[in-house]
């Protein structure tokens, strides 16, 4: 099986940097509002993880301030937890391979667009293994 997400929005709060065993991870969350019968809006949070080794840049999480506009992808997931008031809960989450800031909000109260588009990606393409006996494949 497959699964991907690709999901774009504005962030809902600023970004957070939390230390994870020897690595680092990028928390942020984005809705995603859908309207339903009778005009009803419900919305759903993406509670997003972008995954740092030691080593790797953090420095995206100065763009990732509340009301910045990104674009993600990754794997999706579902998580089941019990609040504290001893109800469950369910959380979608998504672990974030690739991540593009559209637009970011300024200091100034304004709103600025990457003119370089940047992209940062967490996870590499992986390369295929040399095949035995080189080019000459058996069909």
């Known amino acids: 099986m497959y699964a991907k997400l690709i ?3 504005r962030l809902g709060r600023d970004a957070e940097l939390r230390s994870v065993g020897s690595g680092q991870v990028i ?3 984005l809705p995603q509002t859908q309207r339903g019968p009778g ?3 419900r919305t759903l949070w993406i509670e997003c993880s972008y995954w740092r080794n030691p080593g790797d840049s953090t420095e995206v999480l100065r763009f990732l301030r509340k009301g910045a506009v990104v674009l993600v992808e990754g794997v999706p997931s579902v998580r089941v937890y019990t609040r504290q008031d001893n109800t469950p ?3 979608f989450e ?3 391979a690739s991540l593009r800031v559209l637009v970011y909000p300024t200091a100034e109260g304004g709103v600025s667009t990457l003119s370089s588009e940047p992209e940062v990606t967490a996870v590499e393409e992986p390369t295929p293994p040399e ?3 080189g080019e000459d494949l058996p069909f």
């Open 131 to 133: 095949l035995p006996g």
């Open 89 to 91: 809960g369910v959380s």
């Open 7 to 9: 999901a774009a929005g």
């Open 27 to 29: 928390r942020f969350s």
């Open 39 to 41: 005009g009803e809006e």
């Open 94 to 96: 998504c672990r974030v």
